[in-house]
């Protein structure tokens, strides 16, 4: 079975300073990862994905994740916050025992950015 | 650029009365999915359809939960009583097909509050 665990439930950061938002996944095959985020009162927009092909992925909006197998984690990076990356974030895992694509999420990883 | 189409967007209802929701997917996307997002929570699988099959049902709480998508294009969501542990968010997806790495593309989302 799939799983993820996102490590820390809010994280909060000044204007301009690096994001880290920390994931760990568990899968008995090579995962399909992804990263989503959710502003307020709009839908979930996918950030970036893992398909396994180059272990850096970059994403939209300057975001990056870095797949590590030997660590089973898939953390998103971003050199320098915007007021405007301000939303609730999700790491999400494939269901590979499903046959249909079944996204499997995290809690979820709530970013607050400070002026 | 074509998006996901969900209504209603609030729906607030009596406990023990009747809901539906609808989606209209991206044109083209054979592949439909239904999650429930309860509030601080990420989202869950209740059904997921092929064209006009179901192929994933195994969390719908059958009982009072039911979902079509009768030509293989929009799709229905139904709650008959409705319960107030069914408060959430409903959220529609789709996929060009169910492949584990594809994009799966989100709708706003429906938020039924159940008195």
């Known amino acids: 079975a799939q799983s993820v665990t996102q490590l820390d439930s809010h994280v909060s950061v000044s204007e301009g300073t690096p994001v880290l938002l920390r994931c760990n996944y568990s899968s008995s095959y090579s995962p399909s990862l992804f990263w989503y985020v959710q502003h307020p009162n709009k839908g979930l927009q996918l950030l970036l994905k893992y398909t396994s092909a180059a272990t850096l992925v970059k994403g939209i909006n300057g975001f990056e994740a870095e797949f590590k197998k030997s660590e089973t984690s898939f953390h998103l990076t971003k050199p320098s916050a915007h007021m405007s990356d301000a939303a609730e974030y999700f790491c999400v895992v494939s269901d590979l025992d499903n046959q249909g694509g079944k996204l499997i999420f995290g809690q979820g990883t709530e970013l607050s950015v400070k002026p | 650029e074509a998006e996901v189409a969900q209504s209603p967007r609030y729906k607030i209802t009596e406990k023990s009365q009747a809901v539906a929701f609808w989606c209209d997917p991206i044109?083209?996307?054979?592949?439909l999915y239904w999650y429930r997002q309860i509030l601080g929570q990420g989202p869950e699988l209740l059904v997921q359809f092929q064209d006009e099959s179901v192929v994933d049902d195994s969390q719908l709480p059958k009982d009072r939960f039911s979902a079509e998508r009768l030509k293989g294009v929009d799709s229905t969501l139904k709650i008959q009583p409705a319960e107030l542990g069914d408060s959430a968010m409903y959220l529609c997806?789709?996929?060009?097909?169910?492949?584990?790495?594809?994009?799966?593309?989100f709708g706003p989302g429906t938020r039924l509050t159940v008195l």
């Open positions: 997806a789709s996929s060009p097909s169910g492949l584990s790495y594809n994009e799966q593309f």
């Open positions: 044109s083209g996307h054979a592949t």
